[in-house]
């Protein structure tokens, strides 16, 4: 048995967890989500929680078992806290400016990139180098946090680029002088 999967969901105050079929919408404070679980697993409503069963030991049931008891605690967590992800802009002269909805990177280009945020995003930015990311969606959180800062790496030489918060960089030494 999945360690995970057998594991119940509490549904905390203030969260509504309909299921209806193969789709769960969950919907609380902060928004709603919906998911459609795969056709073996089966979710259903006990007690204040909500417990995730398959009805057999097949391989892509076992797999599928603790995969949708995650997505739908992180939709839980997400509609009741949230989810953010901070990016720190390093390197000299670059910087990052809030232009409504979007936000706008000078990053050593011949031009300026402007990112718009998804629907369910939204960018918050502090000074002139740190980004924080946020929506009730992990994955899409995610996502979006990866896509900015894919826009400029950083690289191994002097570190310059777009990075996690905590990301560590591994450093390369330089060409040998004589």
């Avoid at 048995?1 to 789709?23: C, F, Q, W």
């Avoid at 901070?86 to 011949?110: D, H, M, N, P, W």
């Avoid at 918050?124 to 946020?134: H, L, M, W, Y």
Wanted: charged content about 25%; proline content about 5%; cysteine-free.
């Amino acid at each position: 048995m999945s360690r995970i999967g057998r594991l119940p969901i509490d549904i905390p105050a203030g969260v509504d967890v309909k299921i209806d079929g193969s789709a769960v919408t969950v919907k609380g404070p902060k928004g709603e989500l919906s998911l459609n679980v795969a056709s073996p697993i089966e979710v259903k409503i006990e007690d204040n929680q909500v417990l995730v069963t398959r009805p057999d030991d097949e391989r892509n049931s076992r797999s599928l078992h603790g995969l949708t008891r995650t997505l739908i605690n992180n939709q839980i967590v997400g509609v009741t806290q949230g989810y953010s992800k901070q990016l720190e802009i390093v390197g000299t002269g670059y910087r990052v400016a809030q232009k409504g909805s979007a936000i706008e990177f000078a990053l050593g280009f011949s031009h300026p990139v402007t990112v718009e945020a998804p629907a369910g995003i939204t960018f918050a930015v502090e000074g002139n180098n740190k980004v924080t990311v946020t929506g009730i969606d992990k994955q899409l959180v995610g996502e979006t946090a990866a896509n900015v800062r894919k826009i400029k790496k950083p690289e191994p030489y002097k570190g310059k680029g777009i990075r996690y918060a905590g990301e560590v960089v591994r450093r390369k030494a330089g060409k040998a002088g004589k």
